[in-house]
């Protein structure tokens, strides 16, 4: 590669040598495989197609893995906005990147469980037992839900414009349009009784951030301030606002004037140097 390194990045090589997991070099470490697999590409990148737990999962694999073999995980919408969130760049950095699709089930238990196998057969093929999860838009939901089951597999959050009250959309409860064809969905795949059930519910994002602040999972998220589908004040600003009081870590970005569309930013550097510092960190 002939750009520049940051100091950030370099740790993050440095660092990895102290990662949990196999320590092969690129010349003696085996090669990526899943059963059952297909390969093809993706942004110029090798990505495994294969099956796991009755769902379509991929993985992208980068040009030369950094040691610990790190990886981003896209919860919903992978094909999104794809050149403005930061993937690719750090794909370029040696990350690999991972979706499973699950379908829209808002990051209800049954697709939960789905991303735990996932994420068993990913670890178990050699990448990384921590790494960074991805919530755009729905995936927040997604992103959330699992990382409190599971705090100590996720080292941060990137979230973008990401839905962290379902109460908020699909709901449409407070200033948002809300998606009343989504709303039915969610409570059928909640298994709520009814939608009085569904309101009362407190497992929300915004209701389990403490786990989260405890194992020291950090957060960053990119909002439209125009935002009326996900408005920021009843999703990032709670979690944000929370978040800090738990002495967590989290950075928002905001964007003025914009919308839920377009996802991602101009110059998606600021999310790519927030996951490099906290990887690195994350291998102290």
């Keep these: 590669m002939n750009e520049r390194w940051t100091c950030a990045e370099i740790c993050l090589l440095t660092l990895a040598l102290a ?24 942004h110029g990148f090798k990505r495994h197609t294969f099956q796991v737990d009755g769902c379509t999962a991929w993985v992208v694999e980068p040009q030369q893995a950094a040691p610990g ?32 699709q699950v379908g829209n089930t808002f990051g209800c238990p049954s697709a939960l469980r789905h991303l735990d196998a996932f994420y068993d057969a990913f670890t178990a093929a050699g990448l990384a037992r921590r790494g960074t999860l991805i919530g755009i838009s ?34 449409g409860k407070g200033q948002g349009k809300g998606s009343a064809g989504d709303w039915a969905e969610l409570i ?6 009814d939608e009085a059930e569904a309101l009362a519910y407190e497992g929300n994002p915004v209701d389990k951030l403490d786990t989260l602040a405890k194992f020291d999972v950090a957060l960053i998220h990119v909002v439209g301030d125009a935002d009326d589908v996900v408005p920021p ?31 991602g930013l101009d110059d998606p550097k600021p999310v790519v140097d927030f996951i490099l510092e906290r990887t690195a960190k994350a291998m102290e």
């Design 233 to 263: 004040a009843e999703n990032t600003a709670v979690v944000e606002s929370r978040y800090k009081g738990f002495d967590g870590t989290i950075r928002v970005i905001h964007k003025p004037g914009v919308g839920h569309h377009p996802h």
């Design 188 to 193: 059928r795949c909640y298994e709520f009784r």
């Design 138 to 171: 729905r995936g927040g939901l997604y992103a959330y839900n699992w990382a409190v089951d599971y705090p100590g597999r996720v080292i941060c959050i990137y979230g973008d414009a990401p839905v962290c009250d379902f109460k908020s959309w699909p709901g």
């Design 19 to 42: 990662w949990p997991g196999p320590r092969a070099t690129a010349q003696d470490a085996p090669a990526l495989t899943f059963p059952g697999e297909t390969i093809d590409t993706w």
């Design 69 to 100: 073999k790190p990886w981003t995980w896209c919860m919903e919408f992978p094909d999104a906005f794809t050149e403005r969130t930061g993937v690719l760049q750090l794909l370029e950095k040696g990350f690999h990147h991972l979706y499973l």
